[in-house]
């Protein structure tokens, strides 16, 4: 087996370090606004990589990303497993029993939210596919991408901003949760089987992938559901806590994943399959969670989003009339169809509004979408610059909005 040479590991420790310090920095200075750490943390990858480090100091980006191919093949390896991990804990964060409790307004907030983000952003690039950038490429498949990006919801930024408003235990709060848990589950499902049609299996046939795919996901969330909560008491007690808990978790994480990237439909569904199952368990502490979470988002987070930035330079491919135009799809759609689905179900108007705007939140999801299109060639640089832009507005954005929204009532209502 080969080994990476001394210069190799020096190169990559480097690589490793400089990610790391300039996101932490980053981070904590986008807090400081009262801003997720992950505007800071793609920043730090804008400014190591090709758009600022790579044009005022092309020597040192040379030597830092570009010099090494074995230390780079590494460093792609770690960012991979760093994917891996957030979609992992992205499933923590996904209670099934929330998401019975909201019952037919959690379902027509969630279905709604998804079903008109998914139509707008499935026609406009269908018709318009020369602006999008779409090239040679499949027109249907690369609108059937669009459509599942513009109708994600990042949950973990959506919790993060419910938090912070004082709402996450309200009716409100616990429907916007609830509609974003079903859109998570939903919407990396749809895009498992784009990834499917783009000739991913390399195993079994399109029909057995797909087939395979739902049984396994109906297993995790019922049997294998069931499963984890009798075992999960023994690991408890018998094996030393919370070491035993945090590596049979890592463990059975990376074997959902290497299943469903065998099957054809990438590594993360798996993970995140898994994390649904195991943090909807009774027996997993808060905790337990939290460690998970800070081992997770401190360490392998940082690296995903910093290594973005590595990729592209995001001033050649800023293209602000692209941008406006995902913009107004990605905030058209999920506003319209989450804020109609909340009225629908009883809402006033302006809580109605404050629900849309709350689910609009796109954040790392819609980045880790991004990254996999971009990597498989269903969308090229201009466009993926254009996603990560809306991710960003829309977490930034999806907080003062509601403020706004609820100005008025100042949460009487809820």
């Known amino acids: 087996m080969e080994s990476l040479a001394h210069k190799d590991v020096i190169n990559l420790l480097l690589q490793l370090a400089s990610m790391l310090l300039l996101a932490r920095v980053f981070a904590e200075i986008a807090q400081k606004f009262n801003q997720p750490s992950v505007v800071g943390e793609i920043l730090a990858g804008v400014i190591l990589g090709p758009t600022i480090l790579g044009h005022f100091g092309p020597e040192v980006f040379e030597f830092l990303f570009q010099s090494n191919p ?5 460093l792609d390896g770690i960012v991979q497993m760093a994917v891996i991990l957030l979609l992992f804990v992205a499933g923590l964060e996904v209670e099934l029993h929330l998401v019975w409790s909201q019952g037919k307004s959690a379902l027509a907030i969630s279905l709604l939210g998804l079903v008109i983000p998914f139509i707008l952003g499935f026609i406009f690039p269908y018709f318009f596919s020369q602006f999008f950038g779409l090239g040679e490429g499949n027109r249907l498949l690369f609108s059937l991408f669009m459509g599942t990006a513009m109708s994600i919801t990042a949950l973990p930024v959506v919790v993060r901003i419910l938090m912070d408003m004082n709402l996450f235990k309200t009716k409100m709060g616990m429907v916007i949760v609830a509609g974003a848990m079903v859109n998570d589950i939903i919407g990396w499902l749809i895009f ?8 991913q299996t390399a195993n079994l046939s399109l029909f057995n992938t797909i087939g395979i795919t739902l049984l396994f996901t109906a297993f995790m969330l019922t049997l294998g559901k069931a499963l984890i909560n009798r075992v999960l008491p023994w690991i408890n007690k018998k094996l030393a806590w919370p070491g035993g808990l945090l590596s049979l978790s890592m463990a059975f994480c990376f074997l959902a994943a290497a299943f469903t990237e065998w099957l054809g439909i990438h590594a993360i569904f798996g993970a995140f399959i898994f994390g649904v199952a195991l943090g909807d368990s009774d027996h997993l502490s808060e905790k337990a969670k939290e460690i998970i979470h800070q081992f997770i988002n401190n360490i392998f987070a940082p690296l995903f989003f910093v290594s973005i930035g590595l990729k592209i330079d995001f001033a050649a491919n800023f293209n602000i009339f692209l941008i406006l135009a995902i ?6 759609g999920k506003i319209v169809g989450s804020g109609f689905g909340a009225y629908r ?9 404050a629900v849309g705007f709350g689910m609009n939140a ?8 991004g990254i996999i299109a971009l990597e498989n060639g269903l969308i090229d640089e201009k466009l993926f610059v254009a996603l990560v832009v809306m991710a960003l507005v829309t977490s930034m954005t999806s907080g003062p909005l509601m ?11 809820l």
């Open 327 to 332: 913009l107004a799809i990605s905030f058209a």
């Open 362 to 369: 796109r954040g790392a999801m819609e980045i880790i979408l």
């Open 70 to 74: 074995a230390s780079n093949l590494a």
């Open 403 to 413: 403020k706004w929204a609820l100005k008025d009532t100042m949460y009487k209502s």
């Open 345 to 353: 179900s009883g809402y006033k108007f302006k809580d109605a509004l």
């Open 192 to 199: 498992s089987v784009i990834l499917s049609f783009m000739g």
